[in-house]
């Protein structure tokens, strides 16, 4: 299994450019996350899916997009890019089931990150 | 919603001694408490974690020790190497179907 991938890993966009980030999992994982890392900080939740057609919004998600029309691919959109977009784009999924107890979350795997510089 | 918080900020051991990590969760519904560890310029990576109904973990020099009551968990580890220099990241889940929420993160540097 190749795990989750990212492409690209490193851009550099000007303000008001537009991008795709590209996130794939081959685990069959029914969750997948986007996270931003700014520099020294921690992860910072943007979008969340729970699985395909359905998304939700994490913490920070004003001036991204997200669709998840397949189980396999979760692309973030930054739309009119900002300075303030700078940032470690990380890309995770998940395997979460139902139990007699609620729902257990199991170990979630990360990508290894685009780096996005705008100016 | 749940608030993580992580303690110390940054820490710094002699080769040899041990690290603690301390976390603090808000919902006594959490369920699920893993560690990451992150070298530089790396993705976050598994360690360890520990489950609600557990109250203490260990793998070879890495444990995780949970106390339910209290609301916060803890990671230790022994023998340090120069090679755990790293930021670790605790997390928590509700009950397995909200996403992680992550504390601030530790910035562990082992000298030798």
């Known amino acids: 299994n190749a795990g989750v991938t990212q492409t690209p890993k490193f851009r550099i966009l000007k303000i008001g450019q537009s991008m795709t980030l590209q996130c794939t999992q081959d685990?069959?994982?029914?969750?997948m996350y986007w996270y931003r890392q700014d520099p020294g900080m921690g992860l910072k939740l943007i979008y969340y899916?729970?699985?395909?057609?359905?998304?939700d919004k994490g913490e920070v998600p004003n001036g991204y997009n997200v669709s998840r029309s397949t189980t396999e691919d979760f692309p973030l959109r930054l739309e009119l890019a900002a300075p303030s977009q700078t940032s470690v784009y990380f890309c995770?999924?998940?395997?979460?089931?139902?139990?007699?107890?609620?729902?257990?979350?199991?170990?979630?795997?990360f990508g290894p990150g685009t780096r996005l510089t705008v100016t | 919603g749940e608030n993580v918080e992580q303690h110390p900020s940054t820490l710094s051991v002699q080769e040899g001694d041990s690290a603690v990590i301390k976390c603090t969760y808000s919902?006594?519904?959490?369920?699920?408490f893993p560690w990451y560890k992150q070298e530089l310029g790396k993705r976050p990576q598994l360690i360890i974690d520990?489950?609600?109904?557990?109250g203490e973990k260990k793998d070879q020099r890495i444990a995780v020790t949970l106390n339910k009551t209290a609301k916060h968990f803890s990671l230790h580890i022994t023998e340090t190497q120069p090679e755990d220099s790293a930021v670790y990241f605790c997390?928590?889940?509700?009950?397995?179907?909200?996403?992680?929420?992550f504390g601030k993160g530790t910035r562990l540097s082992v000298i030798a």
């Open positions: 995770a999924s998940s395997y979460s089931i139902r139990t007699s107890g609620g729902r257990s979350s199991y170990e979630q795997y």
């Open positions: 685990m069959n994982h029914n969750y």
């Open positions: 520990i489950r609600s109904n557990v």
């Open positions: 997390a928590a889940s509700i009950r397995g179907n909200t996403p992680l929420v």
């Open positions: 899916s729970v699985g395909a057609g359905i998304t």
């Open positions: 919902d006594s519904a959490s369920n699920y």
